[in-house]
DNA sequence: GTCTATACCCTGATAGAC
DNA sequence: GTCTATCAGGGTATAGAC
């Protein structure tokens, strides 16, 4: 079954939006892209925002198949999927040369006034990421600290993701974004490293030679 | 002296690019708010970009007076003065209800071709922002384990400030990014405690009951 | 160097035949 | 529902008198 012009325009206008942002795409861009015409996108969209909000929803719709499943195809740890999530989006960046980081957080930088809808959406977004974060932190509860508020560190892992891209962007390189990486690796294994001492006090916590770095592994692979 | 109409262009753009985005403020914006006439822009700017590129020098020339010094003041321990700049962040947000976050970071996000002097003048200003992370993780090396590598630290914190400001615009709550800064809290408190524990092999690296709120209390503190 | 007036283009959105 | 043609408005940038 051909793909209706709803479902064209959407598809057109989440690829658009994801490289060059809301504000960039001309409304002809994306009728040239989707081989729609004008009419009928207003047929279906009364507006450009309507188009948009409807693109934040494929999204959040999307976000087990598209995201996270490729994501974790093989990958059962739950620390190892956290990072395995970030390495998608290295993926991203270094498959397009650094055109593509994280379409949310592009149209969500472009927000100034309140926009109450859009915001909303982006929020969701955003949330339902935090959310699939935390559900790996809650499977590894057992192995971290017991202050770790887990909530906490599913926003923390997100604004790593979210300012390492930026950064990648910005350079056009991968490097800082490692190494934002890298360092919440750190931090992973310290608070593994710590939960470890108190469960075995004899043990000095030492900084551990971290042995995990398969995170900048599974980027090399296919997200399917 | 009154000022030059050259500088109160910049000085208006600044804040315009600031409050809006780049894309979002238009040439007339820039022209009501400095008082200046069309003709006189373009004297002075070739194009609106070129007066992008002049604001990106004022910000990367007034790191030091406008953003580090405010944040620095009475404050002298080199790791809560990363601390303090992240909280100088959050105050901008707080007081202009989540309309001012990072404007480098904003019109990083904004850039979606190649642009090369644009995307040069930014990563200028998050080179020059690290460097300032990297000195006083330089002058808290002696606390800091060994395996630190602080130009990827640095990295980390600005990582984590871009990360920080997008989640807290995008929720208009400061949720998020308090999340965020506290979890980075939690990193270095761990880092030092690690180095703790190195230098007294004796006695066992638990994890530290912080104390060092301060990020908190600072922000409350007018920047100067 | 500063002003007024305006050129020219591209934007989002519409009208109306088919 | 889809097409062509087009509108009204705002965008950057310019021309040319003063």
Known sequence: ?????????VEAALRLFAEKGYGSTSVADILKAAGVHSGSLYHVFPTKQALLLAVLDEYLEGIRSMLLEPAWA????????I???LAIYRHFLVETDFLFGCPIGSVALELHEPDPPVREKLAANFTAWKKAVAAC???AQSRLPEHVDINRLASFVLTTMEGAVMQARTYRSVEAFDASVDSLRDYFDLLL??????QAPGAHARHPRRVSRNARNIQKGEPQ
Chains 1, 2 share one sequence.
């Open 137 to 139: 932190l809650a499977d």
């Open 74 to 81: 093989g990958v059962d740890d739950p620390v190892e999927r």
């Open 193 to 198: 490293a710590t939960a470890t001492a108190r």
């Open 83 to 85: 990072f395995a999530l």
């Open 1 to 9: 079954m051909a793909p209706s012009t709803r479902a064209r325009l």
